[in-house]
Antibody, heavy 119, light 110 residues
Framework: QMQLVQSGPEVKKPGTSVKVSCKASGSLSTASAVQWVRQARGQQLEWIGW????????NYAQMFQERVTITWDMSTGTAYMELSSLRSEDTAVYYCAANVVGSTWFDPWGQGTLVTVSS | QSALTQPASVSGSPGQSITISCTGTSSDVGFYNYISWYQQHPGKAPKLMIYDVSNRPSGVSNRFSGSKSGNTASLTISGLQAEDEADYYCSSFTSSYTYVFGTGTKVTVL
């Protein structure tokens, strides 16, 4: 059974960047992609982007296209999501989730990482 | 990509059935049968409840079922129980090889 464990909470100033990690353990061979999703307090889930683990190809939601980079370190089984030019509206819980090989659904999920952007 | 449209809230009494709709476009919900549904309790990560429109993962109650017609997908919860009170989100793979979530529905058990 694959599990995803994310890095701890972050507090950042506007205009800076944040890099959140998502370490996969267990049945890594069953994962084909890692997704990133965020949720502001009391708000809906918002898809950020994904990385296909075999090819390292990525695709991002248009609203994040210019500011986000998702990477995968195969040697450590860790995915990263870096968001730049942070603003207060980026304050949210950021989740990673995996696609099992052949699937288009998100399961399992990480526990979430709170990123707070404040001056 | 605009969020898929869900009702903000749906409520029902224990034992009743409720249905949550998820409306998109021909570029997402109507394009593939790659619709999934997630349950989220306060302060928790989302949990997969339905995948590929109508399939249940192992361990999910058969009280949960999904369907799709055209650009609208639906999640039905039958025999409503107190533990079903949560937020529910639909998600669709799109023709642009991206994903989009719904606006979310708060289910209240009266």
């Amino acid at each position: 059974q694959m599990q995803l464990v994310q890095s701890g909470p972050e507090v950042k100033k506007p205009g800076t960047s944040v890099k959140v990690s998502c370490k996969a353990s267990g049945s890594l061979s069953t994962a084909s992609a890692v997704q990133w999703v965020r949720q502001a307090r009391g708000q809906q889930l918002e898809w950020i982007g994904w990385i296909v683990l075999g090819s390292h190809s990525t695709n991002y939601a248009q609203m994040f296209q210019e500011r986000v980079t998702i990477t995968w370190d195969m040697s450590t089984g860790t995915a990263y999501m870096e968001l730049s030019s942070l603003r207060s509206e980026d304050t949210a819980v950021y989740y990673c989730a995996a696609n099992v090989v052949g699937s288009t659904w998100f399961d399992p999920w990480g526990q979430g990482t709170l990123v707070t952007v404040s001056s | 990509q605009s969020a898929l449209t869900q009702p903000a809230s749906v409520s029902g009494s224990p034992g009743q059935s409720i249905t949550i709709s998820c409306t998109g476009t021909s570029s997402d919900v109507g394009f593939y049968n790659y619709i999934s549904w997630y349950q989220q309790h306060p302060g928790k990560a989302p949990k997969l409840m339905i995948y590929d429109v109508s399939n249940r993962p192992s361990g999910v109650s058969n009280r949960f079922s999904g369907s799709k017609s055209g650009n609208t997908a639906s999640l039905t919860i039958s025999g409503l129980q107190a533990e079903d009170e949560a937020d529910y989100y639909c998600s669709s793979f799109t023709s642009s090889y991206t994903y989009v979530f719904g606006t979310g529905t708060k289910v209240t058990v009266l």
